[in-house]
């Protein structure tokens, strides 16, 4: 089962990282002022990874293909890291959508 890792970065914003069953991360967010604001960040991946068409498939200016969540208002609440392929990214799409519903939030 998957989980989201809450987590102050180097510049005191709030983030969290959700993480496939064997530890691999799978989305990352921006940084958040608040904690609370990052925990409506995790509230709303597990509402929207449900719909395809809330993720933004990508690629980057190397031709590396990535996705962005995106909620229903556009806004990007979490990316994933560059792909060797766009099957590897597809699979990476499946993985959050498999594993953020029921994922546990930890602080780290």
Do not use: W
């Not at 799978?26 to 940084?31: H, R, T, V």
């Not at 597990?46 to 933004?56: G, M, P, R, V, Y």
């Not at 979490?78 to 953020?100: P, Q």
């Amino acid at each position: 089962m998957g989980k989201f890792e809450v987590y102050k970065d180097k510049g005191g914003k709030h983030r969290f990282r959700l993480k496939a069953g064997n530890g691999q991360i799978i989305l990352a967010s921006q940084g958040y002022a608040s904690k609370s604001s990052c925990e409506n960040g995790i509230e709303s991946v597990k509402k929207n990874c449900k719909d395809d068409d809330c993720f933004e498939r990508l690629k980057s200016s190397k031709g590396e293909p990535y996705f962005n969540l995106k909620s229903t208002n556009g806004q990007v609440i979490g990316s994933s890291e560059r792909y060797s392929s766009t099957s590897a990214m597809e699979n990476g799409i499946a993985s959050v959508r498999k594993n953020a519903p029921g994922a546990k939030v930890v602080e780290v």
